[in-house]
Nanobody, 119 residues
């Protein structure tokens, strides 16, 4: 199966932008739908966005729709999450995840990357 490693997290001011990357290795990246989840401090993990294997379908949580963009480059075995107009409530550990079908179970997870939005 594929292994996932997130990068790109850090500290950003409210209203700013940050792009996360999720590098995959170990299997054919294009066989997997990809997703981003996040876990805010003291809260449960929540869905953020997902993208189909070919990249032709995307879906977002209402809290990020219009501000975040999920994408993928199958030639580079990498998925991305571009986050614009960030708010303090976007502060969380962000995880990428993989599954065989979009909007179904994502059973392969990365280790997470911290994003902190300062107000």
């Amino acid at each position: 199966q594929v292994q996932l490693v997130e990068s790109g997290g850090g500290l950003v001011q409210a209203g700013g932008s940050l792009t996360l990357s999720c590098a995959a290795s170990g299997n054919t990246f294009s066989n997997y739908a990809m997703a981003w989840y996040r876990q805010p401090p003291g809260k449960d993990r929540e869905f953020v966005a997902t993208i189909s294997r070919s990249g032709d379908f995307t879906y977002y949580a209402s809290s990020v729709k219009g501000r975040f963009t999920i994408s993928r480059d199958n030639a580079k075995n990498t998925a991305y999450l571009q986050m614009n107009t960030q708010k303090s409530e976007d502060t969380a550990v962000y995880y990428c995840a993989a599954g065989t079908k979009v909007l179904e179970v994502y059973n392969i997870w990365g280790q997470g990357t911290q994003v902190t939005v300062s107000s």
